[in-house]
Structure formats: C-alpha cells, structure tokens
C-alpha cells in the first residue's frame, strides 16, 4: 500500500469515528438541553453532585453505545429489530417487541418535550401568546412534517451545531462575568449537599431515557472499517460531550439561587436575562432554541408516521408525494403531541422523560448487562 493511501484509509476513518459521535452528540443536544430544563431536572438541582453525575450520565451513555455499536458491526446487524432479534436471543419475541414500546413511547414524549420547549421559548423570549404560539407551532409542525421532512433532516445536524454554537456565545462570558454567584452558590451547595443517593439515581435515570433511542444509532455503525472504531468514536463523543454538559451546569449555577429557577421553563433565560449583552444574546438563543425543537418534532412525529403507514401498506413509499395515510396519521401525530405538551414543559421533562428512563432500564440497560457477562463481551 502506498503511504498516500494509507493516509487517505486514515483520514476516512477518521471522518467515519467522529461523524458517528456527531450522531449521538446532536441527538442529545436539541432545544431541551439547550432551554437548560433538563439539566435543571436532573444535574443542577441536586447543587455540587451535579459536576459528578452528568458526567456519570455522559459516561453510561458511551458505554451503551460502544457495546451496541461494536455488536452491530461485528454481526452487520444495522437495523435495530434485526440488531435487537440477534441481541436478545432466544428472549428476542419478549425484549424486541417491548423495545418497540420504548420507541413508541420515545416517539410520543420527545415530539411533546420540543413542542413545549418552543412555545415556551416564544412566550418567555418574545412575549407571544401561549395559545398564539402553540397554534403557530403546531400547524408548522405538521405542514413541514408531511412535505418537508428531508429537507428538515438536513438541517438539522447543522441546527444542533448552531444551538452549541450559541450555547458558548451565552455560557462563556455568562461564566466569566457572573463567576462571584456561580463560586457562591457552589459553595452553599457543598456546605448543605442534596442526597447524594437521589442525585445519582437520577442522572441513572437522565442517562436511561437518552438510550431509548439507542435502536436508530446502530445503523450507523455499517461504514466502520471494524468493531473496534466503535470504541473510538465514544471516546471522542465522550470527552465531547460531557465537556459541552460541564461547561452549562457550571453556567446554571449562576442562577441557582434565584427564586424564578425552580419553575421557570426555560432556565437559560433567567442566565441571559441578568448576564451579558442580554438584548443581543436573548434573541439569539432564543430562535436558536425554537428551531432545534422543532425540527426535533418534525423529526420524530414524521419517523411516526412513516412507521404507522409502512405497516398499514408495505409498498408505502416515504419519498413519494403525500397521500391520504400520510395526512392523516401525521395530523394524528401533530395533535398528540400537542395534547402532551398541554402538560407543561417541567412536568414532561421531570414525569415523561422520567418514566421513559424507568421502561428503558429493563428494557436496554439491564439486559445488554446480562449479555455482557454471559457472552464475556461478546466473544465466547
């Protein structure tokens, strides 16, 4: 081999390994992470403990993925009923089927969690009626859901990028000029610590729910040169992501005292609103946020109805212009999500996400530690 190829072999790797922790690095980071209400429920809350479990968090969901990913190229298993009927084995007619709750419920609450997290940012950011807001949401939601979904698709790595983007124009300088609160209210947090108990339960539970949609990475496993670039395209999602965590709990902690932080639903408002340049910044983040939520929705109501036509009409042709099935099930979808969102951000954030955790444990988390002892990793 020529030493330009084997640098050319390098270099195509290379993209291969990062472009799939880009994949898990975008599919975490959306306008829920973005408005700060996640991390609010499951990392800030708990005060100092939050360094340690979001980065315990980050930690579960590499691992997780390393497995999946390494047993999907090792066995070209890339769709997940065929990865989760090879997985499970002999119980693949029990876990397979429930995984395909999981994704039912992960379709149902992730739609309603953008859906709120949009609305609520108009309402917060720009002062638009709730019902305003909801109706102009909504209705965008299903037209581009039906006619635009790929285009959508897309974008939407290029939003994620943008949101992270725009969460270092916020949180870098927020950090610097608000440091005096954030060493105080750490500080105090350390001093009176939340149950250590509770707090990293609940980052087992935060790191749960983002593994319900472990089933869609596994695809992207096929252009690995072997099984063990899974190993280092987590290590790179890793560092990656528990640096972007780190960098907005710390910034939280800036607010952690004030009044508003327990209920607001979009935290990082509160940091802009009393930081730097908040008249430049709030509308920056703020659309930044609408749009990341709602090409989430999108998203996920059209892998919905994708399904539910695909397995009303097996010839059902995604790419094909719209018809009745289409119209109706995405409308279906659209409204379900709006009647979930009705909810309220911080309780799909703090009861949704927490009961999909809570199915995915039994679900995902403890059978692929079963299968790791038993098979020895995969290899006897």
Known sequence: MKKGESVMISKDKMSVVVGVAFVWFTTQFGGGFASGNQLRQYFVQFGVWAFATCVLAQFIGAFYQWYGLRYAKKHEVYDYRS??????????????????????????????????????????????????GTIFVGVFIFIVAVYGTNVVRKVASTLSVMIVAGLFIVYI????????????????????????????????????????????????????????DAKTSMVYGFFVNTAICLMAVLGLMAIT???????????????????????????????????????????????????????????????????????????????????????????????GYAYLGYLTIPVVMIPYVVHMIATRFDTK
């Open 257 to 351: 005292s004030d009044p508003k932080f327990a209920t607001e639903s979009i935290p990082l408002l509160l940091l802009v609103n009393r930081g730097v340049a908040p008249d430049l910044l709030r509308p920056i983040i703020s659309i930044l946020i609408v749009l990341g939520s709602v090409s989430t929705a999108v998203n996920m109501i059209a892998g919905m109805s994708n399904r539910v036509c695909t397995s009303m009409d097996k010839s059902f042709d995604p790419t094909a212009k719209p018809g009745r099935n289409v119209i109706v099930v995405t409308l279906i979808c659209t409204v379900v999500a709006f009647l979930i969102a009705q909810l309220g951000l911080n309780k799909i954030v703090s009861v």
């Open 83 to 132: 990865f989760n009927n090879s997985f499970y084995g002999k119980y693949a007619p029990i876990f397979s089927n429930l995984y395909e709750l999981v994704y039912i419920v992960t379709l149902c609450v992730a739609p309603a969690a953008a859906f709120a997290t949009g609305v609520s940012t108009m309402e917060s950011a720009f002062g638009i009626n709730h019902w305003i």
């Open 173 to 228: 300088p927020n950090i610097v000029a608000q440091w005096g609160d954030i060493s105080a209210n750490i500080a105090a947090s350390a001093s009176n610590p939340a149950p250590a108990g509770k707090a990293f339960w609940t980052s087992i539970v935060y790191a749960a729910f983002q593994l319900g949609s472990i089933g869609l990475l596994f695809q992207h496993a096929k252009p690995f040169e072997n099984p063990d």
